[in-house]
């Protein structure tokens, strides 16, 4: 099964929201005693700010939102904050769970113009609700998931311009200077890929380039122009190396998919791809067409389809 990026933030939230309740609402349950004495509420919020990690400031609102103490942060006792109006930030209009823990989604903000969150804690008495407890966090302190997010292997689309799409019929493919070499062209790009160390190439058909990704230099792309592509020549910069056994991509299906990329660049006057995508780590092969419409496949239900299906899906 895949999982999307929001299980992964998912699981991660419930991580943080571990590590975080049990001091938040230790320091709630000290200021109920204390209520509503704002010079002690203040005292309590300074002695035990330190008891909770990767706090970047404390404060207290009433149930209309209101702050009703200055934050405390690191620097002690920040003024100017008290009776700020906190009731319209997103953290504010959500639901605390019936435990009266609440950790809110990301947002960007006011002051800071960063991605942070808010830990809100109920403070209550058995007949009355008193407020909350708030604590903000800066999503840069925040501990990050040790195990990275990986890209579902999943067929997915995305739609484009809507313009675009509208016009689709009142344009017609125009013969690109890579169109008109397009044989030599692919036949480069698979010795490249296969042979020499590209594990990623994005070929744009209707501007006659390919951006390539090299195992051997990975954080930089280079930009191959049409004359690149068309003289074999441009091999001899990369030396030739072992195909990568840890690819999913077989190296004996390089040269089938640019050859239905090719296929598709001459599937219809009307809708053709655009550009093609392929990245031999993850499997995936991207394509977006001429009504601006993407998909992200793996390499093996692409081959799978034929030319109908895209002209028939795209249409």
Same mark, same amino acid.
Request: hydrophobic share 40%; aromatic share 16%; proline share 4%.
């Given at each position: 099964m895949d999982f999307?990026?929001?299980?992964?933030?998912?699981?991660q939230r419930i991580q943080l929201a571990q590590i975080l309740q049990d001091p938040i609402t230790h320091v709630a349950q000290q200021l109920i005693s204390l209520w509503p004495d704002r010079q002690r509420m203040e005292e309590s919020l300074l002695e035990f700010f330190n008891h909770i990690p990767y706090c970047t400031s404390l404060y207290i609102v009433n149930p209309e939102g209101i702050q009703i103490c200055d934050n405390i942060s690191h620097n002690g006792i920040e003024t100017g904050h008290y009776l700020r109006d906190r009731s319209q930030r997103p953290y504010m209009k959500e639901v605390v769970p019936a435990w009266g823990f609440l950790l809110s989604d990301a947002y960007i903000s006011e002051i800071r113009y960063q991605p942070c969150l808010t830990a809100l804690q109920i403070l209550r008495t058995e007949n009355e609700? $008193?407020? *909350?407890?708030?604590?903000?966090?800066?999503?840069r302190d925040l501990p990050a998931s040790p195990e990275l997010y990986k890209e579902p292997e999943t067929w997915r689309q995305v739609k484009g311009d809507p313009a675009i799409r509208d016009q689709l019929f009142q344009q017609i493919r125009s013969d690109s200077p890579m169109d008109l070499n397009i044989t030599q062209t692919m036949s480069i790009l698979e010795e490249m890929i296969s042979q020499r160390g590209i594990f990623q190439?994005?070929?744009?058909?209707?501007?006659?380039?390919?951006?390539?990704?090299?195992?051997?230099?990975?954080?930089r792309y280079r930009i191959l122009d049409i004359e690149a592509l068309t003289d074999p020549d441009i091999?001899?910069?990369?030396p030739r190396l072992p195909y990568p056994e840890d690819s999913v991509i077989?190296?004996?299906?390089?040269?089938?998919?640019?050859?239905?990329?090719k296929? $598709?660049? *001459?599937?219809?006057e009307n809708i053709y791809l655009r550009v093609g995508s392929i990245n031999i780590y993850n499997g995936i092969?991207?394509?977006?067409?001429?009504?601006?419409?993407?998909?992200?496949?793996?390499?093996?239900?692409?081959?799978?389809k034929n030319t109908e299906f895209w002209v028939g899906a795209a249409a």
């Open positions: 999307t990026w929001k299980d992964h933030l998912y699981t609700l $008193l407020g *909350y407890l708030g604590a903000d966090f800066n999503l190439a994005q070929i744009h058909f209707s501007s006659s380039q390919a951006i390539i990704w090299l195992t051997s230099d990975p954080l091999c001899l910069l990369f077989p190296k004996d299906k390089i040269g089938s998919i640019l050859e239905t990329f296929n $598709l660049r *001459y599937a219809d092969v991207s394509l977006t067409f001429s009504c601006d419409g993407s998909h992200y496949m793996p390499y093996d239900e692409f081959l799978i």
